[in-house]
């Protein structure tokens, strides 16, 4: 089965300060990976994937994410956070094996103080 | 425009009731989702429909059915509403039925007195 964790619920940084948050997956094929944002009270905006090729993929809004299959995890990183960026984040992964399901983290609450 | 819209964005009704939640895509896709958001905001795959027939189907009360007339629409009927069905719906589309990014609408609010 595969499954998603993030483990941190909330995180919180101070504007303009870098930000890493963590992913780690289980998956018995190849995984494909997404990070998505919710605003509050907003749908889900992607904001990047990986299916193959390089391991380190640049999304929208300065974001980017580095897959490493030996730790099994898809940190999202951005090098200078914006006090738009407060929303909440979810991993999710899907693979071949199951169709287009994707199955999510719990997700991490990210404040940005001024 | 909007890529994936739903109707209604907020719906408030007693227990016992039966409603109806629309979704529909202008993005061309052929694979539309439902997804079902606890209050904490754990999201999980309800079910999928490719080309208006039924290819994910997780375990979910059968008092939740849902209907695609084309591959554009697909919406949600829950039956005799209980208070744990209180949730945020999301509707979702793919290009195709294997791995492929999906896009979200904004989610309808359903809160069950």
């Known amino acids: 089965a595969q499954s998603v964790t993030q483990p941190d619920i909330h995180i919180t940084v101070s504007e303009g300060a870098s930000l890493e948050l963590r992913c780690n997956y289980s998956y018995g094929a190849t995984p494909y990976l997404f990070w998505y944002v919710q605003s509050p009270g907003q749908g889900l905006q992607l904001l990047l994937k990986y299916f193959s090729g390089d391991t380190l993929v640049q999304g929208i809004k300065g974001f980017e994410a580095e897959f490493k299959r030996s730790q099994s995890s898809f940190n999202l990183r951005k090098p200078s956070v914006h006090w738009s960026d407060a929303a909440e984040y979810f991993c999710a992964v899907g693979g071949t094996g199951g169709g287009n399901k994707l199955t999510f983290g719990t997700g991490t609450q990210l404040k940005v103080e001024l | 425009d909007t890529a994936v819209s739903q109707t209604p964005k907020y719906l408030v009704t007693q227990m016992g009731n039966d409603k109806s939640i629309k979704c529909e895509q202008n993005?061309?896709?052929?694979?539309m989702y439902w997804y079902k958001q606890d209050s904490k905001k754990f999201l999980k795959i309800m079910f999928s429909y490719n080309n208006k027939e039924l290819i994910i189907n997780e375990t979910v009360p059968n008092r939740f059915s849902p209907k695609s007339p084309d591959k554009a629409h697909l919406n949600l009927h829950i039956n005799s509403l209980e208070l744990g069905d209180s949730a945020v719906y999301f509707c979702a589309s793919s290009q195709g039925a294997g791995v492929d990014t999906q896009y979200f609408g904004p989610g309808t609010r359903l809160t069950v007195l």
């Open positions: 993005l061309g896709h052929d694979t």
